[in-house]
């Protein structure tokens, strides 16, 4: 929790420094209420989680919104700012040069500050307390007859001669020009931190809104077929309707579940499989969002295994086996069931989630696919699709998996294959062939961004 809460303060700090701090003038206005606003938004995911646990689910729904909303915001802030750091730089950059090139200009031309004053022998010319070049030759004071504003050039100390309005303007003007880079100079760096502040704002808050409209729009089917050389010719055909990843949570709703079931029976699938993350809270807490499941509509049955989320409530994953057996949905432990089908048989095998092993509740794919007829087709449901290279060792034909949600939010997809093997869709380790769901829900933030949610007919031939 201290290193989150570490990463996060990092985090506001460089928006800070980047959206604020080059944007808005010292001790002014809107310095004082962004800066403000910044650090109470630090604050705000730490309060969520501490909330929760103490005041429990009803607490999370209230500050779940704010508190997920603004680490979507924060994310895609942050990845536009960076984005922006190499065009703001060279942007900054140009400026600089266009001053010090104006500045050596300045520098080398000196006559143009003296030649505003008038022309000479006019009141407010320039009279010198030594020799002036006046006319050629003249050695002595000028006197004005034979000379242009350009000739007075003085030696010595400068003063005004004329009215005080005419010495009140050299002076104005003498300090304009000499002001005057530097002002432009502020001007322009300030100019150029709003352009990017502003680029930054509205792109992360345009990708958070499209993000929250796809997340929270109906999944899209994909229809996936896969051959399987050890398949029965009489099972093909046969249709797995494939979901994961439904996180019901104190963000979604019973018509989350709603929706779900009744495009999941739309399918008319053969089989039901939910590979994980099904739940964010107790059955107490969740138990009438779930209730729908009741409902779905398959040949040969539904069937569950536990995901990484069910091992963080509060009780435990067995009070949801529990639920979903009641609900009509077994969920298979560790163990492997038979698909009878025209007149073939297929196993399908089912096994625990890594993040059960500290409780001695982990998978055990000896124990699930140990002592089967080697020359039948299996089917695995694992919620991790790391789980795959032990698998190929069991001479796995395929796995079904969720987990990744396909990375959720774009960039997140780059690091995925950090852990695990596969990101999304169809594909083969080791031999064994995979697919990974993106998963129906959102965790975190209701936001998908390059990841719309998933539901998923698998269509196993020979």
Known sequence: MITILAVVVVVHYYLWRRLVRPTTRPGSVPRRVLTWGLVLLVFLLPLRTIGSQVFGMSFERVIAWPGYMWLAIM????????????????????????????????????????????????????????????????????????????????????????????????????????????????????????TAATIASVG????????????????????????????????????????????????????????????????????VAIVGDLVDGTVAELGPLAAPLRHLESRYGAYFVTGNHEYYTSKGPQEWIEELNSLGVRSLRNERVEIAHAGAVLDLAGVNDLNGTPSGDGPDLKKALGGRESGRPVVLLAHQPVQVRQAAGYGVDLQLSGHTHGGQMVPFNLAVPLQQPVVAGLDRVDGTQIYVTRGAGYWGPPVRVGAPPEITLIELRA
């Open 75 to 194: 994310f895609y802030l942050v990845v536009f700012t960076v984005a922006l750091e190499i065009p703001r730089a060279l942007a900054l950059l140009m400026a600089r040069r266009r001053e010090n090139s104006r500045g050596a200009v300045e520098t080398r031309e000196p006559v143009d500050s003296a030649g505003l004053a008038g022309s000479a022998g006019s009141p407010g010319s320039v009279v010198s307390g030594g020799p002036v070049l006046g006319s050629p030759g003249g050695t002595g004071p000028s006197t004005g007859a034979g000379t242009s504003s350009a000739s007075a050039i003085s030696t010595g100390p400068v003063t005004v001669a004329g009215s005080a309005e005419s010495a009140d303007l050299v002076a104005s003007t003498a300090s304009a020009i000499s002001a005057g880079p530097r002002t432009s100079r502020v001007d322009r760096r300030v100019f150029i931190a709003r």
């Open 204 to 271: 992360a808050l345009a990708t958070v809104g499209y993000g929250m409209r796809t997340a929270m729009g109906d999944p899209v089917i994909e229809r996936i077929p896969v051959r399987l050389p050890r398949l029965d010719p009489r099972m093909s055909g046969l249709r797995f309707a494939v979901v994961s990843d439904i996180h019901l949570g104190p963000l979604t709703g019973k018509g989350h579940t709603d929706r779900i079931v009744r495009m999941i029976n739309g399918l008319e699938a053969d089989v």
